[in-house]
């Protein structure tokens, strides 16, 4: 069965200091990897994924991740946080036959100024 | 820029009411997909729906809930006569089907309340 994992259920980072948030995954085949963002009251906002190629993607909002199938992580990284970038962090894997995501049971980042 | 939507954002129900969450997806998708998340707990799949049948559902769609597409652009979600434990928010997503796209968009969700 495929699983993500986010072993932080907080990260607390000072502004201006690079941030990162882990994720790893249990998958049979090829992963198919997303970091979706939920701020308070919203729905979830996609920020990146990963399909094939460059193990670095780029998402929104300066937001980045490394893909690294020999630890089965896909750790979203930002070089300077912000306060606005305080929210709840999700990753998920797609389902390779179905579709559907699977998501991890998030991660809040607090970024104090 | 498009997006998913939502109604209402609220609904409060008693026990054993039946409830229909709406949402429009994006116009041109055709994977349409409903999740809820319990206050505090992860996001979890509810059913995927495409060319106007269940492709999947998960354990939690039971009997008691229903999906439709019934005009081309609103997707509902029914649930029969609801529970306690169906207090969540309920979010719909959906996506284009065009190979290569596979990143799923959300609407901001639909806070149930069962009284």
């Known amino acids: 069965a495929q699983s993500v994992a986010q072993p932080e259920d907080q990260v607390n980072v000072a502004e201006g200091n690079p941030l990162t948030v882990k994720c790893t995954y249990s998958?049979?085949?090829?992963?198919?990897l997303f970091w979706y963002v939920q701020y308070p009251n919203r729905g979830l906002q996609f920020l990146l994924k990963?399909?094939?190629?460059?193990?670095l993607v780029k998402g929104s909002y300066g937001f980045e991740a490394e893909f690294n199938k020999s630890q089965t992580s896909f750790h979203l990284k930002k070089p300077s946080a912000l306060v606005s970038d305080s929210a709840l962090y999700f990753c998920?894997?797609?389902?390779?036959?179905?579709?559907?995501?699977?998501f991890g049971q998030g991660t809040t980042l607090q970024v104090k100024p | 820029e498009p997006e998913v939507t939502q109604t209402p954002s609220h609904q409060v129900t008693q026990m054993g009411q039946e409830v229909i969450l709406r949402c429009v997806p994006i116009?041109?998708?055709?994977?349409f997909y409903w999740y809820r998340q319990i206050l505090g707990q992860k996001v979890e799949f509810l059913v995927s729906?495409?060319?106007?049948?269940?492709?999947?559902k998960s354990e939690i769609f039971d009997d008691q809930f229903s999906v439709e597409r019934p005009d081309g652009s609103n997707f509902t979600l029914k649930i029969r006569s609801t529970k306690l434990e169906d207090s969540a928010m309920y979010f719909c997503?959906?996506?284009?089907?065009?190979?290569?796209?596979?990143?799923?968009?959300f609407g901001p969700g639909t806070r149930l309340t069962v009284l």
């Open positions: 998958v049979s085949g090829n992963p198919y």
């Open positions: 990963y399909i094939t190629g460059d193990n």
């Open positions: 729906f495409y060319n106007n049948e269940i492709s999947e």
């Open positions: 997503a959906s996506r284009t089907g065009t190979s290569g796209d596979h990143e799923q968009f």
């Open positions: 998920a894997v797609r389902d390779w036959n179905t579709g559907k995501l699977i």
């Open positions: 116009s041109n998708h055709l994977y």
